[in-house]
């Protein structure tokens, strides 16, 4: 068993320790936490030990009736590899206590690629990752146009690719950051830097990608357009993407046409958080133009990269080494059925 | 074992038929809808029978691959209690197809009171309700006030309540109704319906209720205010809540301030679509500044009803009496967690 | 002075009406209302007279305390042009009563191409609209389209126009319309019908057009892609850009990085209502990779068209041949400062 | 003439500059930015002079190639009064600048009482304010009520006042501020900060006042209700109501029953930046059940403090020590047309 800590119990840290906990070959060795709050209580009606960065906060903790099993430092002593889900530019910081503690580490993507010096998809590159110390899972959005990308390159060969990314203004739980009601650029300069954060793991792809955010709080909408070296078929994509293991086909007929639709389907779906962990294809988007390839697809930016890290862990304690069988492990566990 | 038919799967159907279906004494003998969409393939994956109005369109929905059990007429033979969850003034027309097939059947607030000459609320009149053949649960609002206004009034005797509902413009999955940017008077007029409502289970209260629509899609935020008979501490208001088993006390220690947050803790305490069948009133809202009681409680319009309807079909098919006995059935069924 | 009249005080016609009442060519002398309402009132203290199509109402208006002047056909008898801003899809059953009356009537983009047999954008073909007694005006995604495309076309010629729409969810003063929370396809498909629109006016291009619908209510964002048959500098777009009657560009310096930002500059500006009726470009989003042109441009969907009916009334009537002398005219009554 | 400056060109800078600048008895000697801005433009294109705090920051200006007149300290040296709309607890530090000045200042509700000892409202202690050095406009809210209580005691006598505000989550123009799908109580804890801010201006009224933050941008919305001494006829309301300068009377006829359209009208009205300085009050909501009085009202948070704000200038400079002349001589200066 990998005895796995999550240093950073918020929105991405508590999904990966519920997935990690769901894993057959991995164990949640401690979970940390900076203040009381309601994902405090959660992790202690959950189980998972509850460790603190400054342990001199102790008895703020105890006063809210939260046990706490020691300091991050303990958390990381009895770690394997530590997942760092610490907010965007935190997790660098601590690079230095990974390395002193020879423990293994993963960050996520609002983390610089330098962080780790690699990059890492499933789909994309897990054999490269087979073995090391230190790995960046990308960010939701980098995630969710490796796949598609991988996917179509692999099918017909891609030339060049143009996406956009029209991203959610905040999270569900967030309640302090905009926008009530506006579109915002994000950058107003074009192109945005998704790209080139989408060469840090599949290099050589001629791609331009620009970005705004809406009010909304559940998924991006990318839209995506790619030319392809060879035209293909639409009936040729559709079973590659049903076939592939981290895409999901919306169906035509459930007449899904958004992402509040598609939330309500995981939801009834009985999906934990009503989680999206693949790419939401729209089956009735995909458009083959002439050698242009088009699609809808939706991200959800709480969910997709929590398969990654589960993933992640795998290749770098080389307890699994083909990216084929630790994705089927990792959905398996998650009960990750057909939207 | 009673057998339960939900006419109309929709937010409130789909929900009470899982709650149905989780009870030790009943199950689902069949769900209705009127076109294929993707509630029908929830039905089909969660293996609920499923019924159509029109048997003449069955067609449709064997091309969308979704099995018909048979007509509405078919399923309600087979039932002792129909749930009766069609769009509001949809219901009244069935009453006389119910009639005729001498099945007793429960519609939702959305229909008047005179649907059923019989409003019900678990926490104020189940016993009432025994043995009835035709029973109206009131609407989301309503039960919501209900059940606190009960509360108080046992507690301390209620001379007057005020309250404004501050309602969420659509549910999580509707897409086409606003508003967008605004609040919306609804009615404008004061006093809005919600009190002459409320009377319909509580007679002789006297209230005042005001109503207004926010562009949100989670919850509804109750501001209540009652005049007190005798002053009470704020203490034994925090016991009794503490100890009603349809009354959920959002601690202060959480941090939570919102619905946003409330909903997301819900979500990860692993409630099935986040619901929330509890008043959720706020712990450190509570005041009570002389003899007048002031509280915020949020009522999630998806879920609170949906207890009500299971305890509605045990007084009526008189498998338990006591209405403390069904409440407590319910809860544990459906893991009603403390929040 | 050509007579105008405008058949629908709404969103466009309430706008239409102050824009020809503005010129010193033309006047209105009339609008119309279905019934009573805020803008009935606003037409009142506008001075504008007032028709309505159901004469049989007149004292629904009289008990609101507001004069009728006639009815619409009464209106229509005095008009040289009629501009129908009715709801989409009433537009096309006036044509009967316009042909009878014999009088120029001017449509909207809600409109079919068919209901004129030619459709308007005045930068790319007032020349063809001369004398022509029905003219329907493209929608507002569609002007907007035109006016870039054709002044790109122009600078350095375009082989390709892939462009994404991300439209507002309703006008600001629209509360029954959502999304409230959501990223919503409309249409699921690719691609959308703007493309085919736009070669209402401008034949010829290959376009291809996508569209989705999120909660917003100012202003719609597209995404504009183009294949340039020679390659283009960005100094010399931005000095056509600059130049142009109908562009503005939304400087850097500014800071505006978003629809809101854009309209609360409007409104700073004086504009009535916070109008934009240029398309809104982001200095800074415009860029040249290779031969291929991008940029961000905000358009207002209230406004954009406002311009091209007052252009439409000039070259149907005659009244001004040349269309920089008209567009000069128009923009200069309006007092279209620059952005 | 009355020299004004303005220190803090944002959202109620920019407005109280307009309406300094509106009036026969005052002009506007300056405004301050810290940053070029599209507000700075603005300034700009109004011969509003220009005036930064760090004069040390002239270069950034004139790289933006906006012109600075001086220091903020050049421009109080002209002024007789300074209306201080920094942001929320910057103006107190601004206190010594004032003092050693020996220039006149006027803050707004985002300080303390004690800034300036004095809180005001030109419709209740106006005389109180007459030839006074400090003054403290109260916020948006409280202006709001302060007019309502005053105009209701004044006819029948308040014994109690319960107030609920419903609140914009952001202004119209902000990005960056939330929420986007959340009702936030803001504070949690009843009763709110708003009751005690009355007692600033009215003293010895008996008030409770909660406060929640909603996803919209134009408007709070204030849910009234007060215990009358004597019983009030709706008419005698009605008409009081009608004759206040300072309230508006949105009527039935119009249609109008949100915020969002009610802006919608205040734009058609011709009204600079469509705002709305009056208490608009919903005729249909006012009703009078029993001795209590209700009511909604819509608060424009960016404007009905403009109007207090000139009037303080004119109490504060003995210029017209009548209130009610004051009042006349704002509101006329201003187009303050009946809604």
Redesign the interface.
């Known amino acids: 068993m990998i005895r796995v800590a999550i240093n950073g119990y918020g929105t991405i840290g ?1 999904r990966v320790a519920d997935a990690v906990n769901a894993q057959p070959d991995m164990e949640v060795v401690g979970v940390s936490k900076t203040k ?4 405090a ?2 992790a202690a ?1 959950k189980g998972y030990p509850l460790y603190i960065a400054d342990i001199s906060k102790k008895e703020v903790f105890t006063k ?2 939260i046990e706490v099993a020691g300091s991050v430092g303990d958390m990381i002593d009895n770690a394997d590899v530590v997942v760092d889900a610490t907010p965007g530019g935190i997790g660098a910081s601590n690079r230095e206590m990974y390395e002193k503690a020879g423990v293994k580490a993963i960050w996520q993507g609002g983390e610089d690629h330098n962080v780790a010096g690699f990059s890492f998809n499933s789909s994309c590159n897990y054999n490269d990752a087979i073995g090391r110390q230190f790995v960046r899972v990308v960010s939701c959005n980098t995630t969710g146009l490796c796949r598609v990308i991988k996917a179509m390159d692999d099918l017909f060969g891609v030339r060049k690719v ?1 996406a ?1 990314m ?1 991203r ?3 999270d ?15 950058p ?4 945005s830097h998704h790209g080139p954060d989408v060469l840090t793991v599949i290099p050589d792809i001629d791609i ?1 990608t ?1 970005a ?1 955010i ?6 991006h ?1 990318h ?1 995506i ?1 790619m030319d392809l070296e060879s035209g293909g078929k639409k009936e040729d994509i559709l079973k590659a993407f049903g076939d592939h293991p981290r895409i999901g086909l919306v169906k ?10 598609l ?3 995981a ?4 999906r ?3 989680d999206l962990w693949e790419n939401c294809i ?1 089956e ?4 083959v ?1 002439g050698s ?1 390839f ?3 697809q ?1 991200i959800h930016q709480e969910a997709d990269v929590v398969v990654e890290n589960v993933d992640a862990i795998r290749a770098m304690t080389e307890i699994v080494k083909d990216p084929a069988e630790s994705i089927r492990i990792t959905n398996s566990s998650l009960g990750f059925n057909a939207i």
Do not use: H
């Open positions: 508590k009381p709050s309601a994902e209580y959660i009606k809210a009736e143009r956009t029209v959610r203004g905040s569900p739980g967030e309640v302090k950051k905009g926008p009530v009601d506006a579109v915002v650029l994000n107003v300069t074009i192109p331009v620009l705004m809406v009010p909304t709080t559940f998924m909408m839209v357009q035509g007929s459930t007449g899904i046409k958004s992402t509040a639709e939330k309500e389907y939801s009834d779906l009985g934990p958080r009503a729209f009735d988007s995909i458009a133009i242009e088009y699609c809808f939706a």
